[in-house]
Structures are given as C-alpha cells and as structure tokens.
C-alpha cells in the first residue's frame, strides 16, 4: 500500500483567503518548503471549524434546532448556516423541511459503513494487546464465543509468566472465569443458558463454596458484571489468580469479544479504578468505538 500524496497546492489555496496567487508561485513556494516545515505545517482550520457541527449532531440523540447547533458547537448561527448550506450540498447534513431542524445526511451513513468495512477488529485488538501487554507486564488474551462456551484465541505472556494450563483454542468454565461470566452477562440467554445450566449441575458434585451454586446466585454475579461493565475474578479458575474480561461491542450492541488480563495476585491489582482496570477498560473502549458502538448495552434476554 502506497502513502497517500498531499496536494500542497490546495493547502495553499485553503491556507490564504486575502490575495490571488498565480499558479506558478503556489508551485514554486510548495517545492520551496522545508521537510521540517511540511511536517509541523497546519491544517485546513475552516475545515476543522465546520466540522464542529458534524461532531455535535453524531453527538446529539435527535435532529437540531440552528441557534442550539450553532451554540453547542461553539459558533454564531450565520456562521454556522454558511457551514451548514456547503455541508447539504455535499450529503452530510440533511434539513427538515416543516421542522427546521438539521440531522446528519446520508452521505455520513457512507462514511461510517465504509469505515466499519475497512475494520479488523481482531487484528486491531491483537496490534493494542501487544503494546497494552508490554505497559502493565501482565499476560493478557482476546477470547470469543465458540460452539463450547467462550474460546481463546489469543494469548500474550507477561515478562513472569505463570505457569497456566491455557492454549489457544482452550474454552473457558462459565462459572469460574471473567470470560465466561461476561459472556454469559451480555449474550442472550438462549446461547448461554445450556452451558450454565450444565456447569452449575457439575457443581452440586463438587466442593467449591466460592463458586455461585444456584442461578439466582449466578445471576447475581451478571448483575455485578453488568454494573461494572466488566467481568472479575480472584482465585476462582486457579488458586492465587486474578483476572478481568472487557466487553467489545460492535455498532450494533453485540458482543464481538473479550480483553482479558491476568497475574498471580501478588503482582496483579484487581482493584476497580486500578490501573489494570483502566488500561483494559480504556483499550476494549476504544476498540468498540472503532467498531462504531455508543453506549453499552444491557443483557439480551
């Protein structure tokens, strides 16, 4: 994939509004320039001025009222109106014509769907894991839904790593695991539900009293999963092991998958607001973002 070229000349034009330039000028100051000055040169600012209006209404829950456009973007409404006219012509901004009011045009929905085309999510995910690894220096892992329950399908080792019975490929216990009770938190229960059902029948043969025993108990452990908008866990997959699962969603509210991060305790904080917690959070955050999600859902059932 070649650089993209940039057209010096137009810079020029955008850049002095006082004052025609003949062709030959623009050319010979553009080949003039300095590396150092085409690197720290400014940008188009009518551009980034306008495009305050564009931010506002990808912002706003509903179709605006001028005057409240222009305020929220930081303007005066005949300014605003000039931006707005050239933003109709161009599809990004479409205008009631009985109410007034201005949305976002089609012409966004192009943009945005294209953008969305051109995402790797997973490969996105694995390039950010691999820096946030190296910042914390705890083994984190990506894990999705799979026929058998939440599978791991990535896995990057701290700089002490433990020694965990993990593979790629390995599914992941609903009741014990960060990455199976967030799954289990934000799938529909459809998906779930046989899988819970079956590891809790597992359990009424077993000795393990930190586990959640019934739904109810199980449920309420989702309830938590979901205020926190994550998944903990402490010693409850192996002894001594802490561990969170981020959500990341799509723009349509689904799961898509699991950040996950773990260290043996004495090495790891699993502290909300910590900053494992943060970094994690931050990172599947802004992941979704890409993916075009707003705002995080709550269970499908």
Same mark, same amino acid.
Request: proline share 6%.
């Given at each position: 994939?070649?650089?993209?070229?940039?057209?010096?000349?137009?810079?020029?034009?955008?850049?002095?509004?006082?004052?025609?330039?003949?062709?030959?000028?623009?050319?010979?100051?553009?080949?003039?320039?300095?590396?150092?000055?085409?690197?720290?040169?400014?940008?188009?600012?009518?551009?980034?001025?306008?495009?305050?209006?564009?931010?506002?209404?990808?912002?706003?829950?509903?179709?605006?009222?001028?005057?409240?456009?222009?305020?929220?973007?930081?303007?005066?409404?005949?300014?605003?109106?000039?931006?707005?006219?050239?933003?109709?012509?161009?599809? !990004?901004?479409?205008?009631?014509?009985?109410?007034?009011?201005?949305?976002?045009?089609?012409?966004? !929905?192009?943009?945005?769907?294209?953008?969305?085309?051109?995402?790797?999510?997973?490969?996105?995910?694995?390039?950010?894991?691999?820096?946030?690894?190296?910042?914390?220096?705890?083994?984190?892992?990506?894990?999705?839904?799979?026929?058998?329950?939440?599978?791991?399908?990535?896995?990057?080792?701290?700089?002490?790593?433990?020694?965990?019975?993990?593979?790629?490929?390995?599914?992941?216990?609903?009741?014990?695991?960060?990455?199976?009770? !967030?799954?289990?938190?934000?799938?529909?229960?459809?998906?779930?539900?046989?899988?819970?059902?079956?590891?809790?029948?597992?359990?009424?043969?077993?000795?393990?009293?930190?586990?959640?025993?019934?739904?109810?108990?199980?449920?309420?452990?989702?309830?938590?999963?979901?205020?926190?908008?994550?998944?903990?866990?402490?010693?409850?997959?192996?002894?001594?092991?802490?561990?969170?699962?981020?959500?990341?969603?799509?723009?349509?509210?689904?799961?898509?998958?699991? !950040?996950?991060?773990?260290?043996?305790?004495?090495?790891?904080?699993?502290?909300?607001?910590?900053?494992?917690?943060?970094?994690?959070?931050?990172?599947?955050?802004?992941?979704?973002?890409?993916?075009?999600?707003?705002?995080?859902?709550?269970?499908?059932?």
């Amino acid at each position: 994939m070649t650089a993209p070229e940039h057209d010096n000349t137009t810079d020029h034009d955008s850049l002095h509004d006082h004052g025609a330039r003949n062709e030959s000028d623009e050319s010979n100051e553009g080949s003039a320039a300095a590396p150092d000055e085409e690197k720290t040169r400014s940008g188009i600012q009518s551009i980034e001025v306008g495009f305050r209006l564009i931010e506002v209404l990808t912002e706003a829950s509903n179709a605006m009222m001028l005057r409240d456009l222009a305020h929220a973007a930081g303007m005066n409404p005949a300014k605003a109106h000039r931006y707005l006219v050239s933003f109709q012509r161009l599809g !990004l901004i479409v205008q009631d014509p009985v109410s007034g009011r201005y949305d976002l045009g089609p012409f966004t !929905l192009r943009m945005g769907l294209a953008h969305l085309a051109r995402i790797d999510a997973f490969k996105a995910a694995r390039f950010a894991l691999t820096e946030l690894r190296d910042a914390i220096d705890q083994t984190v892992g990506i894990a999705v839904w799979g026929n058998q329950g939440p599978t791991v399908v990535h896995w990057l080792e701290s700089t002490f790593p433990m020694r965990v019975p993990l593979r790629l490929g390995d599914v992941m216990p609903m009741l014990e695991s960060a990455a199976g009770r !967030l799954f289990a938190a934000y799938l529909p229960a459809r998906q779930t539900a046989p899988l819970i059902d079956a590891a809790l029948a597992d359990l009424q043969h077993a000795s393990r009293h930190h586990l959640p025993a019934t739904r109810a108990q199980y449920d309420a452990v989702l309830d938590d999963v979901r205020a926190h908008r994550a998944s903990r866990v402490e010693g409850t997959v192996l002894p001594s092991v802490n561990a969170f699962c981020m959500p990341v969603f799509d723009a349509t509210g689904q799961l898509v998958m699991g !950040l996950m991060a773990l260290g043996p305790e004495s090495r790891f904080d699993a502290s909300w607001g910590g900053p494992i917690d943060t970094a994690l959070r931050t990172l599947a955050q802004n992941l979704s973002a890409d993916l075009g999600h707003a705002h995080a859902p709550g269970n499908r059932r």
